[in-house]
DNA sequence: CGGGATCCAGGCTGATACTG
DNA sequence: CAGTATCAGCCTGGATCCCG
């Protein structure tokens, strides 16, 4: 019984419609507060946004820190652990841009395949 | 507009029930017939190894090459493009053999978070 | 043999309203 | 401010049957 086939844990903690995109903020801006994310990602819904907050604590890629004061504050960050994904996501990244050229490539640049990435999404919150 | 975060289109590939299964299968065996995958991962209906074999074809990740006679014989491999994903993967499967060990040192090595890898399916298959 | 078509159940996600 | 609770819709995946 070899179990050294473990990438499909990474994926675990990546899927989620909204985890990379929270992941990507915290990992650009360091801590940030609920409301500071919610600003950040304006499509993403309370309950979502915290659901996948809790899951990306429960897998210690994102810290918690809860102020007790009225009214409440709570700040989240990537957790050391959590930067120990920094290079892979870098190598996925590069990947995923070598990827896309090469489909382009096959099908062509029209459009219709452009999937937004999230940080498209986080351009057009932007506006 | 910066376009520099692709790492969700890699995503995209991976995800699906059966994909990583179906991809290990072929990055270990090389070519297979349809049936052999059906008997390499039991598991799996036809309709879902059909149709991740096609999202993955369309990435070109898998090569389809069918042969028109009767009954028909059609051998699924893994494309050039396909095989420049082998070195990520080995990183993302490292990296989760850390992170599974890490969380067993945070909540201790008791069962209940145990999830079937597809090589344990694989095992299971094998039996 | 290698599918395609159809139907269905469950889970994930979104919208909305409420709370300490 | 930072959530929780509830309900509804959609999409993924599974089961079954049919086809060249």
């Given at each position: 019984?070899?179990?050294d086939?473990?990438?499909?844990t990474v994926?675990?903690?990546?899927?989620?419609?909204?985890k990379p995109?929270?992941?990507?903020?915290?990992f650009?801006?360091?801590?940030?507060r609920f409301?500071?994310l919610?600003?950040?990602?304006?499509?993403?819904t309370k309950k979502?946004l915290?659901q996948?907050?809790?899951?990306?604590e429960?897998?210690?890629?994102?810290?918690?820190k809860?102020y007790h004061?009225?009214?409440p504050?709570?700040e989240y960050?990537?957790t050391?652990?959590?930067?120990?994904?920094?290079?892979?996501m870098?190598?996925?990244?590069d990947w995923?841009r070598?990827h896309t050229?090469h489909?382009?490539?096959l099908?062509?640049?029209?459009?219709?395949?452009q999937?937004e990435?999230?940080?498209d999404a986080?351009?057009?919150?932007?506006e």
């Amino acid at each position: 019984m070899h179990t050294d086939c473990k990438f499909e844990t990474v994926l675990e903690i990546l899927v989620g419609k909204w985890k990379p995109v929270i992941m990507f903020q915290l990992f650009t801006n360091g801590t940030m507060r609920f409301s500071e994310l919610q600003r950040a990602i304006p499509a993403i819904t309370k309950k979502m946004l915290t659901q996948q907050l809790r899951e990306l604590e429960y897998h210690d890629i994102v810290h918690r820190k809860v102020y007790h004061q009225i009214p409440p504050k709570v700040e989240y960050s990537i957790t050391e652990h959590g930067r120990s994904m920094g290079t892979i996501m870098e190598a996925l990244n590069d990947w995923g841009r070598f990827h896309t050229a090469h489909l382009n490539q096959l099908y062509g640049e029209d459009e219709g395949r452009q999937s937004e990435t999230f940080v498209d999404a986080i351009d057009n919150a932007a506006e």
